[in-house]
C-alpha cells in the first residue's frame, strides 16, 4: 500500500519547537517533491513548504520563512519540517504531499494536483 504518515505534531507553548515527519511507505520519495501544508478551521488550506528531488531547492510561505526548515532523509525516506519560535496562528493540521511531477516553486501549492497525501497531524499552539 502506499501511503505517507505524519507525526510529530502535538501540543506546545509558544516560542516552542516541534519537528514534522513525512514518511513514506510502498515506494521511494527520491523522485518526488514533496510539500508540507496545513489547514486552521474555518480556513483554507495553505503551503507552508516545499523541497525538490535533490533537496537543493526549499520554498517557504513568507508566514514561516526563517522559523521553518524543510529536509529530507534519503535514507530514511522521509522528509522532515523544522519549526521553531512556533506562534499560535501555527494552529492547524499539517499535511505532507508527494508529487512526481510539480516543481518547487513559489507557486507549489496551488498549481499541482499532488499524488499522495498523508492523513495530518494537528499542531496546536496554546499557553
Known amino acids: 500500500q502506499l501511503q505517507l504518515v505524519e507525526s510529530g505534531g502535538g501540543l506546545v507553548q509558544p516560542g516552542g519547537s516541534l519537528r514534522l515527519s513525512c514518511a513514506a511507505s510502498?515506494?521511494?520519495?527520491?523522485?518526488?517533491?514533496i510539500g508540507w501544508f496545513r489547514q486552521a478551521p474555518g480556513k483554507e488550506r495553505e503551503g507552508v513548504s516545499c523541497?525538490?528531488?535533490?533537496?537543493?531547492?526549499?520554498t517557504y510561505a513568507d508566514s514561516v520563512k526563517g522559523r521553518f526548515t524543510i529536509s529530507r532523509d534519503y535514507a530514511k525516506n522521509t522528509v522532515y519540517l523544522q519549526m521553531n519560535s512556533l506562534k499560535p496562528e501555527d494552529t492547524a493540521v499539517y499535511y505532507c504531499?508527494?508529487?512526481?511531477?510539480?516543481?518547487?516553486?513559489?507557486?507549489?501549492?496551488?498549481?499541482?494536483?499532488?499524488?499522495?497525501w498523508g492523513q495530518g497531524t494537528q499542531v496546536t499552539v496554546s499557553s
Open positions: 523541497i525538490s528531488r535533490s533537496g537543493g531547492r526549499t
Open positions: 504531499a508527494a508529487d512526481l511531477q510539480a516543481l518547487c516553486g513559489m507557486d507549489f501549492a496551488r498549481r499541482y494536483e499532488y499524488d499522495y
Open positions: 510502498g515506494f521511494t520519495l527520491n523522485y518526488y517533491v
